[in-house]
């Protein structure tokens, strides 16, 4: 054999197997011998095979066809063993590979083709079993004689050439005979990576996966698994044309499952005894809320709502009807998206400066990137990437000319006499004053890579410059005086140079042949009445195409990843460039740099502070004023022309003298507050501290999403979507032709592919309406029908649902109703059991709490024994895994007597408050919801029975709810309106009057005065004022509208 030889020279490979089965496997061989047919295959452990002889597990990572064949060959040779002789052909499947081997799915490619590979990721449809022809026989039609032809998997079936049989005189005719012929059972299995890795607009790449003989049908839609086999292509053929762009699919070799549901978590006797014990703990559930999300502060109701959400209610209950009762419990929060847009600057750990959106992709993407809290030295990670379509936006200036901008919601620490506190952008006004830093340090000190390439080229001349590998300081000094004083077109790179400072010439010319191998030209540019520029120049499409981006006026990232050296000659020579220093006396000392670009000035504003340097921008200026950091950037920036070297010189001399300097200033004050449109938005999670810099401002971030993070992190099957980019379809199911069979196969959607876990839903207003109410049935009934394409089924969608969305305005409006506020429909809403509002109110006490918090985490951060911080979780992460799903596995609670009554009791009072006011202030849905709760919080306790103190932390939760959503605050009451209509029955009694008076009016007069409807809605006790925000409301909405100042009329009927 080729292979053999080449590969192993000095043995065979069927020894060389041989010898590896004998001396590891032994045990697993003699069972597979004794189990087989039922048993077909023999797993190896890649390991085993590395430890025994790497260069022959290399050699199946490279040669997987010829290697796998080889060790199946050997291990069929054992056939004596059993009585089935030649039946025996048991298969070798090996699992475990290095990591080396493992590729996304997205990722998936040429180089992969024909190579042992390992895939993770999701199964997402499957087809019906298909028998494969692997053995076909053809019969001469002359002779009879059969031909034995093995069939590849993606060929075609090709008949012999012609008949060998000496007596049959070579005919070319034959006939297929398929009940001689040997199948195989194939399946073909659609597989994607995981689902919680899908965000927003990243595409969602599925992979064909090839199952044959015992691999079919072990696995089902939404099951996570990890897959080796080697990558092959098949032809797309149209007709008899050929295309040169194949299809892929992965020849499956072993097939595993990697996640598993709560109930199959395994839990060793030990364990239960351990969990036993923890269940006696009296301080249980306290325990167990302070678990999930302790990096969160406060929140307490909706973490214990998780907690029970975890644990789910009694499964399996069925209604004498037939009906099953739903167990899970489903939660929405809805709560403020407090981001920034995408250009504003972050400064990194290193002292670097990233854009927000530019340190992550997709939402919830998890991040490890240290950044710069603003307080000292200190330094924390920023663990998670959030991202939110069309947010209004809210844009702050300070005094200096530092700007930021985000959602109304956004905090930023606000400064007031000796004290300070978060301040939401939209209760930040003019003349406020927030935190910022007088300086960031900086540990950068390699050169950052430029990553430059010379163009391809096909044919012309070879290219004549080099390119630099590195930005060192002299590059960058060049990058800075082209940006001051430069342009880059598609073939060169010019600079205009005064003839007052045309000692930079030389110095200009050394950097161009330094860097880049050119000789530049010089030439004289002379205009009538001006003084005449010199004008240096190198031509070199090559380099300008690599400096194109100094086209964009901002800083560029290179400088801002690299070390203070390099950002200090960008800047020497930036204002060199287009800077000016003067001393004309008090009030008129200065380095200032002109831009007509604000943003750019903002980010040379960012970079001195690297050297903290103070500096206000003012219209089309940036002025360094203060005397301390007008020697600051004498020190370490500098210019580079003589004549502003003695210009700085006296100015530095000239501010020696003055004695009214100020230290660092470490708040600014607010000069305008101003709407800014909408926008997407971005935020990172920092856990340790809430903190960053954006823009030299000291800026907050939110935890609605990291709620949906914790319970990814606690449940072992989770998927987590974002609406912005969630279909209907992607979250039920939906139907797709099948290449190989010709059919349709169902694709299973996000709630089909966490049945038996949880889906976390975020950013759920952002779906379409007709892809939210796709999901109604799922959420109630617990399962998805599908009529499509001929195929009618059911999928399974037993998932607990906690969803997040943003109020209707991207904020809540403190004078609105929280529950009017609401972007969701009222038949959605009503599927949830419980509805949080996370309102970021800025509290005094709270914000204390926060504080004692996050102070209580860094204590302990930089010691070993973090057992007493409140940011780690009271019952370490795999341990509640472990109960919750020993929880779930053992104890399915039944109601009580004394619990039954106390919810029955509770239910009959909200009625009877509902009918004193003429509405329904709870249904029999909300009955079923309490019930569960009860049920988790008794499943929490592992008791067998639902008891009243259960019953009583249910009707506790949904009392806060009901008070936090369904409160009127004019009537005090309870009122389910509120939600289901959006108003609540006092607004909608006076909107009827309203409406009432203009359709009397109406029928004496064609329009009908505002004034006229004051008047008569007086009778009713609204006064004047409350009566024209009412008629204003109802234009707005579309009810009224006013033909004629001061006179209105209806524009429809409405139906109540």
């Given amino acids: 054999m080729e292979v053999q030889t080449k590969h192993l020279p000095d043995e065979s490979l069927a020894s060389r197997f041989d010898d590896f089965f004998e001396n590891l496997l032994r045990d697993d061989i003699n069972k597979l011998l004794s189990s087989y047919p039922q048993t077909k295959s023999l797993e190896v452990d890649f390991h085993l095979l590395e430890r025994f002889d790497h260069h022959l597990a290399d050699n199946v990572l490279l040669y997987p066809d010829e290697y796998i064949s080889a060790a199946e060959n050997a291990l069929a040779s054992r056939r004596e063993a059993t009585a089935l002789g030649d039946e025996f052909k048991p298969y070798v499947r090996f699992y475990n590979l290095p990591a080396t081997s493992q590729v996304e799915v997205l990722n998936l490619g040429a180089e992969h083709l024909d190579k042992f590979i390992t895939l993770e990721g999701v199964a997402s449809s499957i087809s019906e079993i298909k028998p494969r022809m692997t053995i076909a026989v053809w019969q001469c039609n002359a002779c009879q004689r059969k031909y034995h032809l093995p069939v590849g998997k993606v060929e075609p079936l090709q008949p012999p050439q012609f008949c060998s049989a000496p007596d049959c005189g070579g005919a070319s005719k034959f006939t297929l005979l398929e009940k001689g012929s040997n199948f195989t059972d194939m399946q073909s299995l659609g597989m994607q990576d995981p689902v919680e890795k899908m965000h927003g607009n990243m595409p969602t790449v599925h992979a064909e996966l090839w199952l044959e003989e015992d691999l079919t049908n072990t696995v ?18 149209e007709g008899k044309v050929k295309k040169s762009i194949y299809q892929k699919f992965v020849d499956v070799n072993s097939i595993r499952k990697i996640e598993i549901d709560f109930e199959e978590l395994k839990i060793t006797k030990e364990e239960e005894k351990q969990l036993a014990e923890l269940a006696r703990d009296p301080k249980l559930f306290d325990k167990i809320v302070a678990s999930v999300a302790p990096s969160v502060f406060g929140y307490n109701e909706l973490k214990q709502a998780i907690a029970l959400q975890l644990f789910g209610g009694t499964h399996g209950k069925v209604l004498p009807d037939g009906e099953v009762i739903r167990s899970d419990t489903h939660i929405l929060m ?6 920034l847009v995408a250009g504003e600057r972050v400064f990194l750990g290193n002292g670097a400066v990233a854009r927000i959106d530019s340190m992550g992709s997709t939402h919830l993407q998890a991040l490890n990137q240290q950044v710069l809290t603003g307080q000292g030295h200190s330094r924390a990670i920023a663990t998670c990437f959030h991202t939110y379509k069309n947010q209004p936006i809210l844009e702050i200036v300070t005094e200096s000319g530092k700007s930021i901008k985000g959602t109304y919601n956004h905090p930023l620490r606000a400064v007031e006499g000796m004290t300070s506190k978060w301040k939401r952008l939209d209760e930040i006004r003019a003349g406020d004053r927030l935190a910022t830093v007088t300086g960031v340090e900086c540990s950068i000190t390699a050169h950052v890579k430029t990553g430059w390439t010379h163009m391809l080229r096909h044919y012309g001349p070879r290219a004549k410059s080099r390119l630099p590998k590195e930005l060192d300081a002299e590059l960058a000094g060049l990058l800075g005086y082209v940006a001051g004083d430069g342009w880059v077109t598609a073939t060169r790179v010019a600079m205009n140079v005064n003839p007052a400072e045309r000692d930079l010439i030389p110095k200009l010319s050394s950097i161009i042949s330094n860097q880049f191998g050119l000789v530049p030209k010089l030439a004289e540019r002379r205009a009538e009445g001006k003084q005449p520029i010199f004008i240096l120049e190198f031509h070199d499409v090559d380099s300008a195409a690599c400096l194109s981006f100094l086209r964009v006026k901002r800083v560029p990232d290179l400088v801002f990843r690299s070390g203070n050296k390099v950002a200090a000659s960008y800047l020497s020579w930036l204002f060199e460039a287009d800077g000016c220093v003067f001393s004309k006396g008090r009030g008129k000392r200065a380095v200032q740099l002109k831009s007509s670009d604000i943003e750019f000035l903002r980010d040379v504003q960012n970079l001195l502070l690297r050297f903290s340097i103070h500096s206000r921008i003012n219209e089309r200026n940036l002025t360094i004023r203060r005397a301390e950091s007008i020697r600051k950037f004498a ?8 004549k502003k070297k003695t210009r700085m010189e006296k100015l530095v001399a000239d501010c020696s003298n003055l004695h009214h300097e ?9 000069v305008s507050v101003r709407p800014a449109g909408v926008a997407d938005v971005y935020d990172i999670e920092v856990p340790k501290g809430h903190r960053f810099i954006a823009n030299g401002i000291i800026s907050h971030n939110t935890a609605k999403s990291t709620m949906l993070e914790y319970v990814a992190r606690l449940a072992p099957k989770c998927i987590i979507v974002s609406g912005g980019g969630a279909s209907g379809v992607g979250l039920t199911a939906s139907a797709e032709k099948n290449e190989i069979s010709g059919g349709w196969v169902l694709k299973a959607g996000a709630m089909v592919l966490a049945n038996g876990g949880l889906v976390g839903i975020d950013e759920m207003d952002k779906m379409k309406e007709e892809d939210r109410a796709a999901i109604h049935q799922a959420m109630e009934q617990q399962k998805i029908s599908v009529a499509k394409a001929g195929i009618v089924t059911e999928f399974q969608s037993k998932t607990a649902v906690l969803a997040a969305a943003n109020p209707k305005q991207g904020r809540f409006d403190p004078n609105t109703p929280i529950a009017s506020q609401f972007a969701l429909s009222p038949t959605l809403l009503s599927r949830f059991d419980l509805i949080f509002a996370m309102k970021d109110t800025l509290d005094e006490k709270r914000d204390r709490g926060l504080a004692e918090h996050i102070l209580e985490g860094h204590r302990y951060a ?12 009271v019952i370490e992460a795999d341990l509640l895994r472990k109960y919750i799903a020993y929880a779930r596995r053992t104890v399915a609670p039944e109601l009580t007597r004394e619990a039954s009554d106390k919810i029955r009791d509770y239910y009959v009072e909200l009625r009877r408050q509902g009918k004193e006011q003429n509405t329904f202030t709870v249904t029999a849905r909300q009955i079923e919801g309490l019930i569960r709760i009860s049920e988790a919080h008794a499943k929490m306790r592992l008791s067998r029975y639902v008891e ?31 939600v289901n209509l959006g108003q609540a029955k006092s607004k909608l009694d006076k909107i009827r009057n309203v409406l009432g008076i203009i359709g009397n009016l109406e029928k004496e007069v064609d329009l009908v005065a505002i ?10 006790g609204l006064d004047e004022a409350y009566t024209r925000r009412l008629i ?3 234009k707005r909405q579309g009810d009224l509208y006013e033909p004629k100042p001061g006179h209105i009329k209806q524009a429809r009927a409405r139906e109540w």
């Fill in 220 to 237: 089902a839609p939404g099951d996570k698994v990890l897959v080796t086999g080697v990558l092959r292509l098949k032809p797309i053929n």
């Fill in 635 to 642: 020190n370490a920036i500098g210019f580079q022309s003589a």
């Fill in 662 to 670: 100020r230290g660092g200033q470490r708040s600014e004050r607010v």
């Fill in 948 to 978: 009243f103190q259960d019953a009583q932390k249910s009707i506790d939760l949904a009392d806060f709810v009901l008070h936090e959503i369904y409160f009127d605050r004019e009537t005090g009451r309870i009122d389910s309106d509120i």
């Fill in 1032 to 1034: 204003d409301e109802l």
């Fill in 1011 to 1020: 004034d006229d409807v004051v008047r008569e809605a007086s009778s009713f």
């Fill in 334 to 339: 809805i709560g403020d998206p407090g981001c």
């Fill in 862 to 873: 930089g010691t070993r024994d973090k057992g007493e911080s409140p940011i780690v979780p």
